[in-house]
């Protein structure tokens, strides 16, 4: 099918909200592998997502004699105008999506407009703000904002009040929609590409828990302890906890390397996590590593550290796990890592450098002590409001999961 976009945009500035949420929206039907066509003003400036036909057709029209109930003398022409617009360029739309056309006092000409044109496209009218109470009107083209508009439905923001839109519509609760704005961080954040490529290739959004340890693939096992978080990873998951872990690995390009890369993701698998739970970066292209912005990144879309590691002075990747708003879940053998951690981390003892050795005690020889650990965490996440709000915005509010309800519509 191919969708199409209404606005009255000039330019494309992210920095508008209603341009950020038409930017959502084209990158979630480009993504879904929709024909997507924005329609903007003639004299349009600006760049749009690659994948988007852009077509300056829609007549610039003087708003402001339309503010409140009043109209110019031209109000026949200037809903002429856009409606011969419409009919010309708008033939080949299968799905119609207007931002506040039918809603806004100033857009009257454009809700006319649409409204004349009789397209047979599915129209889904986007309202962006609180109803008003139903107005009566004789005589005055403003009766348009208040009636219903055939082969629709209109969309609203939240279920508070989708009755009120009902009631000023003057239509029935059935034609209307809750549909909530997107805010994903493939767009919100700048990612870098690479970055926003892993998540869609190890499906990061939906994860309930995210890890990101980046360390030096010379001393992953022995120094870093990357089996320990292995573990406790596949001890959340058998909690029901869908959980993902995210190696930066550096150093990654000599033999011995690559195959205790090979080795971790192998135990990775002997513990029930999925091809799609573990992600080595030295596995994606970057053997050697990858850049420090690329690391912020994946600590950006991370909620839990957990850092085994026996030996550390004053750790950045530690420093970079708190930057980033994440649950610290650290090694109370490692002398200094309270220092830092303090109050504001849980502890367990995974063995330090000084003893000797590698795991303490009870960490590997005592079945019970790593689905102990993951029981605490899963209690600390389930109990943090910070970290759950963040989990529900990633995993109810991205591209992919609007998306979802907004295709939905189309089907009906």
Known sequence: MRVG????FNDFDTGYSLCSVVND???MHVRKGYEVVLFVLESFRGE????VEVRKVIPPIILEPYAGDKFPECWEEDAKRVSDALQEHCRDIDILIDHDWIFIDAYLPYNI????AQLSAKHFHWIHSAPSPRKEFEDNPHANRYNPFPNSKIIYLNNDK???VAEMFG????QVRVIHNSRDPRTFWNLDPFVNQMIDKYDLMSADIVSCYPLSSTRMVEGKQIDVAIRIHAELNKLGLDTRLIVPNAHANAEKEKHTVDQMIELAKSQGLEEHQILFTSKEGYDTGIPAHMVSDFFRISNVFIFPSISENCSLVLLEAMLAGNLLVL???CSGLQEFGGENA???KFGNIDMGTRNHEQALQKPSYLSDIARIIKSEYETNKVLKSQRKAFKEFNLDYIMSKIENLYYE
Do not use: C, H, S, W
Not at 113 to 116: C, I, K, S
């Open 171 to 174: 239509t029935t609760l059935n």
């Open 346 to 348: 849980i502890y367990f």
């Open 25 to 27: 929206q084209l990158n």
């Open 5 to 8: 976009i209404l606005t009255t």
């Open 113 to 116: 407009g649409l409204r004349q």
């Open 162 to 164: 989708p009755m009120a």
């Open 331 to 333: 090694n109370k053998d």
């Open 48 to 51: 749009v997502p690659e994948g």
